[in-house]
């Protein structure tokens, strides 16, 4: 699923941008899209974005992945800085080879960590920060 099929409101028919894609974008259209690495592989789909209230930015996307039939997801919170909007394709880019990604701090729908407690948060960020090549 791509954001263009996701706007109900008609927000993307106008090209107010000079670039190749929007600028700004609605919170709901980026729900449910597709997520892949750079080696075109499917690795989710955007089911979450959490905002950092006080700072007023997108802190995190929470991806789904590995769900077979609605079964064994895990859900990984990405540092929406990682996240790249691939325009031709409609869909985001995260430089993350899948296995890498299984081996990502993650967390199942029951147990979601307190995105507001840093301490939480701090294996997150270091991760994507320094993943290396496999």
């Not at 997108?58 to 859900?75: D, H, N, R, T, W």
């Not at 147990?111 to 301490?119: K, S």
């Amino acid at each position: 699923m791509n954001y263009e099929t996701r706007d109900t409101y008609g927000m993307y028919k106008t090209n107010f941008h000079t670039g190749p894609g929007p600028q700004i974008m609605g919170a709901d259209t980026l729900l449910g899209n597709d997520v892949y690495n750079l080696n075109d592989e499917d690795i989710g789909d955007i089911k979450e974005i959490m905002l950092d209230v006080a700072s007023g930015e997108i802190a995190y996307a929470v991806l789904s992945f590995g769900a077979f039939l609605g079964m064994g997801e895990k859900l990984f919170a990405v540092p929406w800085s990682e996240l790249k909007l691939d325009t031709a394709g409609k869909r985001f880019t995260l430089d993350v080879s899948k296995e890498q990604l299984k081996n990502a701090p993650g967390f199942d729908k029951d147990h979601w960590p307190n995105f507001a407690d840093r301490t939480s948060t701090t294996g997150i960020q270091s991760y994507y920060k320094k993943k290396s090549p496999n």
